[in-house]
Nanobody, 117 residues
């Protein structure tokens, strides 16, 4: 029902920046909780950042001050601006869509972020 298309991943050197985008279709985007998760090889998937329908953000401690999550409801798109990237940020990043009722939970296909030292 809901399609999430991610883009913006790539290979960067430590200290560099990337901006991830996730465009949603087939949904009422403005009433969702959107999040970015990541999964590194051999590790569990973890929540990196999330943003409420009203734009209130939350971050995991390890990215505070470096990453910024934002949303553009008119474009049905959520972004993750990643600055001062570290090798430990290397992972596949997934966009997540949840409605406030908890009934719907969708995932993007994932985009690879690789940070070299």
């Amino acid at each position: 029902q809901v399609q999430l298309v991610e883009s913006g991943g790539g290979l960067v050197q430590a200290g560099g920046s990337l901006r991830l985008s996730c465009a949603a279709s087939g949904s009422t985007f403005s009433t969702t909780i959107m999040g970015w998760y990541r999964q590194a090889p051999g590790k569990q998937r973890e929540l990196v950042a999330r943003i409420s329908s009203g734009g209130s953000p939350n971050y995991v401690d390890s990215v505070k001050g470096r990453f910024t999550i934002s949303r553009d409801n008119a474009k049905s798109t959520v972004y993750l601006q990643m600055n001062s990237l570290k090798p430990e940020d290397t992972a596949v990043y997934y966009c997540n869509y949840r409605d406030y009722s908890g009934e719907y939970n969708y995932w993007g296909q994932g985009t690879q972020v690789t940070v070299s030292s």
